[in-house]
Nanobody, 123 residues
Framework: QVQLVESGGGLVQAGGSLRLSCAASGRTFSSYAMGWFRQAPGKEREFVGS????????YYADSVKGRFTISRDNAKNMVYLQMNSLKAEDTAVYYC????????????????WGQGTQVTVSS
């Protein structure tokens, strides 16, 4: 079993930056891929991006490509989502997710979820 706890959400102005963190426990962190999802009010949860177990491969949704960066520190059991040039449409609850395999793309379904952290971008 994997436990995931997000932090770092908050209110930021459009054009600003925010970094989300996710702490993982319960399974060898370097053995599985991690991802970030988000869910805006009235919308379905959507894939934001993912990172392979080694950190060497990343995938991003087109809507965030070039603005968001996912990274991980396997020594600290942490994964991060650096969000730059934030827009009002980035407002959502952001979820950290863990996969069963070492690599995951947007077609893969996570096995583990965090509780979510709210990100609000004011325009």
């Amino acid at each position: 079993q994997v436990q995931l706890v997000e932090s770092g959400g908050g209110l930021v102005q459009a054009g600003g930056s925010l970094r989300l963190s996710c702490a993982a426990s319960g399974r060898t962190f370097s053995s599985y891929a991690m991802g970030w999802f988000r869910q805006a009010p009235g919308k379905e949860r959507e894939f934001v991006g993912s990172i392979s177990s080694s950190g060497g491969v990343t995938y991003y949704a087109d809507s965030v490509k070039g603005r968001f960066t996912i990274s991980r520190d396997n020594a600290k059991n942490m994964v991060y989502l650096q969000m730059n040039s934030l827009k009002a449409e980035d407002t959502a609850v952001y979820y950290c997710a863990g996969y069963s395999g070492r690599v995951a793309t947007m077609i893969h379904r996570p096995n583990y979820w965090g509780q979510g952290t709210q990100v609000t971008v004011s325009s």
